[in-house]
């Protein structure tokens, strides 16, 4: 199994909502990653787990909060955004911390209204 | 600072035709790992091809190959036969061998014209 998974697909949220992106991978990765993508750009990267502590926060707003409840799992729980958080969520997770090779999730496509 | 070029915001090839999307990075660092990634509409981001600063051959994945001249700091992909699945954003990408941080180039949109 070389998936990273990522649900939902889509998701459309109100500026007052409160809701998750989660990441779930089987591969024993012990290093996981939240990136943002806009739209014509490359990833940028947000946050790092690594053995299920944050070892990175890219100075990342905080109505932006990440959690690794277990080495398999990454959530990113949302609250408050702004239409400007619009973009696409991955997810990536490699065999270490040390980046050798990162495998990415298909994205989560949130829309803030 | 490490920084990553990619100085071609499109290309396009004739199907079955060889292309080279180029990339140049700059880093002090004398020990790390270049990445080309494919995003193609799907979205997720796939790695093409790997290339480890230390090692002097050129990587190969049938038919994506790899030029690097760690002298002059460049790193081009060349993709023969394309295929219409080829079709996608196509990004180079660099981290130190000690890093966590992947640094991307702002990419490279391949269309491939049947």
């Known amino acids: 199994d070389t998936e990273v998974t990522q649900t939902p697909k889509h998701l459309v949220m109100g500026m007052t909502n409160k809701k998750s992106l989660k990441c779930e991978q089987h591969?024993?990765?012990?290093?996981m990653y939240w990136y943002k993508q806009k739209a014509k750009k490359p990833p940028e990267l947000m946050f790092v787990?690594?053995?299920?502590?944050?070892?990175i926060n890219e100075s990342v707003p905080s109505r932006f909060s990440p959690e690794c409840p277990n080495s398999s799992l990454l959530n990113l729980h949302l609250h408050a955004l702004q239409p400007e958080d619009s973009a696409l969520y991955l997810c990536?997770?490699?065999?270490?911390?040390?980046?050798?090779?990162?495998?990415f999730g298909q994205g989560t496509r949130l829309t803030v209204v | 600072a490490q920084t990553v070029t990619q100085s071609q915001p499109e290309m396009s090839v004739q199907e079955a035709e060889t292309v080279t999307l180029s990339c140049t990075y700059d880093t002090s660092e004398s020990d790390y790992y270049l990445f080309w990634y494919k995003q193609p509409p799907s979205r997720q981001m796939i790695l093409v091809i790997r290339q480890e600063a230390y090692k002097q051959q050129n990587a190969t994945e049938n038919r994506f190959s790899v030029n690097f001249q760690k002298a002059a700091k460049s790193f081009s992909l060349k993709i023969s036969d394309s295929q219409l699945g080829d079709a996608a954003m196509y990004f180079c990408a660099y981290t130190r061998t000690s890093g966590s941080r992947l640094t991307f180039g702002e990419g490279t949109q391949l269309t491939v014209n049947p």
């Open positions: 591969m024993g990765h012990r290093a």
């Open positions: 990536a997770s490699s065999q270490e911390q040390r980046n050798t090779e990162a495998f």
């Open positions: 787990y690594s053995y299920e502590k944050l070892s």
